[in-house]
């Protein structure tokens, strides 16, 4: 793994792996500010492929078919992500394509794709279990960037006019922390040739404050076709590089994420039938993370259900966790990160992730032995500081 600095002082860092036949290559930008109106930015997003001076809109489209690159930009909280997957021999297209379309997007088809993002979230939200997730997001999160949820768009996204949409692109490209990551068996000095004419990256100092300290809340929506009923519980807890940080990847399979042999799982669905599905996620952001709990029940089974959550975190609370079952959670744990970190795509992205978080490219190494240095009063700890009253409660039924 090679680390160095391109003229416009992108950190960046090749990864040779070889005989690979694809070649994978992540370049993020910082988001400095919070959006002007909710929505912006995933309407910025969703333009960055729609022509550029040299291409139109359908131009682009074919020749990134025809030539097998898998171009997208993805829009993150907390930064702009740009990502191809090419075959090596395309290389250098793919990349002189991807600096065209970073230096020269004209944004076109505004009002069209405008029309085309709310018909998607409405169609989104006819999904019981997406309105739920909606509700705690805007609720968990409010008054904060991090809530902009499908209704918080679609409430907003009307007040943006073409220009908020160029202003705020312009804002991330000449404002912004920039990292890139290549991972394959290619050539890494190309980069320069189409990559120095970006603005340079600087040492930027991010606007989103922090949220609010969060107080128990109930929130509830009714839906008349509803067959069941969606529960999402959750607290904020410490984010990616925290101390705690490992804790709650832990707890987090120990509690819902590893299916059949979660705790939540065999307790709420298998001893009680309360759910098919019922699963814990650890989501995190640059300045706050939420660890929520999530199930689907019969009406009948709401209180039930609500104080099976109660009865497992007051267990995690109170019990320590046994050496086999900690010990299952890390093998766990380190063996979806090892799938999950398999071809070069996906090695670009997580290295490129870590490194727009503030965390080396190689933070993975790190962690995993900080993983395995959690201890049952690690876990024990965290469960008593963090599950406290002081949480989300969001709640559908028909």
């Given at each position: 793994m090679e680390e160095f600095i391109l003229q416009n002082n992108i950190r960046a860092c090749f990864k040779q792996n070889k005989n690979t036949p694809r070649v994978a290559m992540t370049l993020n930008f910082s988001i400095v500010k919070p959006e002007k109106f909710a929505g912006e930015y995933s309407l910025m997003?969703?333009?960055?492929?729609?022509?550029?001076?040299?291409?139109?809109?359908?131009?682009?489209?074919?020749?990134?078919?025809?030539?097998?690159?898998?171009?997208?930009t993805e829009m993150k909280s907390d930064y702009l992500r740009f990502r191809f997957v090419c075959l090596n021999e395309d290389f250098e297209l793919a990349l002189s394509i991807l600096s065209d379309i970073i230096l020269n997007s004209t944004f076109e088809e505004f009002e069209k794709e405008k029309e085309k993002l709310k018909g998607?979230?409405?169609?989104?939200?006819?999904s019981a279990k997406v309105k739920v997730s909606d509700l705690f997001t805007k609720t968990i999160y409010k008054n904060h960037y991090y809530g902009h949820s499908y209704t918080e768009v679609?409430?907003?996204?009307?007040n943006v006019v073409k220009d908020d949409v160029i202003n705020a692109y312009k804002e991330i490209l000449n404002n912004s922390s920039k990292t890139l990551v290549l991972v394959g068996d290619t050539d890494?000095?190309?980069?320069?040739?189409y990559l120095d004419s970006i603005p340079d990256s600087k040492d930027v100092?991010?606007?989103?404050?922090?949220p609010a300290p969060l107080k128990q809340e109930y929130s509830e929506l009714l839906k008349d076709d509803a067959n069941q009923a969606q529960i999402l519980q959750g607290w904020r807890v410490p984010t990616i590089g925290s101390d705690e940080y490992p804790v709650f990847m832990l707890l987090n399979v120990i509690l819902g994420a590893s299916g059949l042999s979660?705790?939540?799982?065999?307790?709420?669905?298998?001893?009680?039938g309360l759910a098919y599905t019922v699963r814990t996620a650890y989501e995190t952001h640059l300045k706050s993370a939420v660890f929520s709990i999530y199930i689907g029940t019969e009406?009948?089974?709401?209180?039930?259900?609500?104080?099976?959550?109660k009865e497992e975190i007051e267990k995690i609370k109170n019990i320590p966790v046994g050496e086999e079952e900690l010990h299952n959670a890390k093998n766990n744990l380190l063996g979806k990160q090892q799938f999950m970190s398999e071809t070069n795509?996906?090695?670009a992205n997580l290295m490129a992730y870590y490194s727009i978080m503030g965390k080396p490219f190689g933070y993975r190494c790190e962690l995993r032995e900080l993983i395995n240095e959690v201890t049952p009063d690690d876990i024990q700890a965290c469960a008593k500081k963090y599950f406290t009253d002081d949480y989300v409660l969001s709640v559908l039924r028909p």
């Open positions: 997003n969703r333009l960055l492929l729609k022509g550029t001076q040299k291409y139109s809109s359908e131009e682009l489209a074919s020749i990134l078919d025809e030539n097998a690159i898998e171009l997208c998607e979230l409405l169609a989104e939200l006819d679609l409430a907003e996204i009307d890494e000095s190309l980069l320069g040739k100092v991010t606007e989103i404050e922090a979660s705790r939540l799982f065999r307790e709420l669905r298998e001893k009680k009406p009948v089974n709401i209180e039930t259900s609500i104080n099976g959550f795509s996906q090695q």
